[in-house]
């Protein structure tokens, strides 16, 4: 593959104005808190084209919660899979629906309009109107076309959940060796789940593209566990989870060694906060929770426009704006989950493939994924979203 290497064949993808390229073009129903997702959900329902999220924030909130809930909700307007965005707020929120649109519009050139559910009058009146901007904003989506794009533009979350013991030997290797080759061909990739680096980090820390970028994964580390001691609490409590201990995980330690494979080797060279969007492209790190909803919810925030996600015991998980790719080693939940899962990659502990040609085969799907092929989870409208708070979870 060479640096040349488009998205497919058809040579697709959604070039925005600010220069990103997006693999899907949705037009965004957002609330601008819990009280509005429903309303969004109806809008949703009632236009074809539009994704919506249900979120559980918004309100009664301390300033670092309002903080995180704004980078969440912004992001996911800016994500270059978005065309457009209508804003749905209830009125007394900690952030109105006009404030939230006005931040979108001053960040980016994208259509937006936003409507306050107390303001128009109650659910039915404020659907009506959203429903209409909406639709309207859905035909001049469909007036862009796809233009040709590079494997450079790829933004690809690397996440996994429900990990078992095929995990570190067999899907995360794999998926490490598919990020490696992003890498190589110009493009990005983003791992997060801080938690699950703990015990194994000073190994992560080697990667880190500069002595400033080492010390940065040491002290995400460092400070997750403060931040629970303090609450009098320890991260081992709840990593590695019920579902990893049968899965055959004994330690955390065990967990993050199998959980940084997934990176793969090259450079980092960025450390973002949580939901932050980055300022490099290559290898990066964000400091998340290792809860994988949460985690994804950030990384879709940070700007990812693909996820690919491992995992040894199954998830049906999925996003509203970012196609999930499920990927596992473990030959049982492969067949017992099928509806869920994308990639088989349990040859390797037959021997059957090396972790080379399984990180190729990903990659192809992440290309044809890119180019348009609907994920498992795209298909069943899965879209579950957390987000983080103060008080983080593990």
Do not use: W
């Amino acid at each position: 593959m060479g640096k040349n290497y488009v998205f497919c064949r058809a040579s697709l993808g959604f070039k925005r104005k600010d220069g990103s390229v997006g693999v899907r073009n949705h037009v965004l129903i957002l609330p601008s808190c819990a009280c509005a997702s429903e309303t969004c959900r109806v809008v949703a329902s009632q236009v074809l084209g539009t994704k919506n999220v249900i979120i559980n924030v918004g309100c009664s909130d301390v300033t670092a919660n309002t903080e995180m809930t704004q980078r969440v909700l912004t992001g996911f307007a800016l994500n270059a899979n978005v065309f457009g965005v209508v804003v749905i707020g209830l009125g007394c929120e900690t952030v109105g629906h006009r404030e939230l649109a006005e931040k979108i519009r001053m960040l980016s050139d994208k259509p937006v309009v936003s409507f306050g559910i107390q303001e128009e009058g109650g659910t039915i009146k404020t659907a009506a109107l959203a429903v209409e901007a909406a639709r309207k904003m859905v035909e001049e989506a469909s007036k862009l076309q796809k233009v040709e794009c590079d494997a450079s533009d790829l933004f690809v979350a690397i996440e996994c959940g429900g990990s078992d013991a095929t995990s570190g030997i067999a899907s995360n290797p794999a998926v490490g060796s598919m990020a490696d080759k992003i890498y190589d061909l110009g493009g990005t990739t983003m791992m997060s789940e801080t938690v699950e680096f703990i015990g194994a980090e000073h190994v992560l820390a080697k990667r880190g593209e500069t002595p400033e970028i080492h010390d940065q994964i040491i002290r995400i580390c460092e400070e997750y566990e403060k931040h629970l001691a303090l609450a009098g609490q320890d991260c081992r409590s709840g990593q590695p989870t019920p579902g990893n201990k049968v899965g055959g995980l004994s330690t955390i330690e065990e967990k993050s060694l199998g959980c940084i494979h997934k990176g793969g080797i090259r450079p980092v060279s960025e450390v973002l906060q949580e939901a932050a969007r980055p300022t490099k492209k290559g290898a990066l790190i964000m400091d998340t929770p290792g809860y994988d909803i949460s985690s994804v919810t950030s990384m879709v925030a940070g700007g990812a426009t693909i996820v690919v996600f491992t995992t040894g015991r199954g998830t049906p998980t999925g996003h509203a704006l970012a196609p999930v790719i499920k990927v596992t080693g473990n030959p049982l939940t492969a067949e017992r989950m099928k509806d869920n899962m994308d990639i088989d990659v349990s040859g390797i502990l037959e021997g059957e493939e090396t972790i080379n040609q399984a990180g190729e085969r990903i990659l192809k799907e992440v290309l044809e994924v890119a180019g348009g092929k609907v994920t498992k989870a795209e298909a069943l409208g899965f879209s579950d979203i957390a987000v983080d708070h103060v008080c983080r979870y593990i």
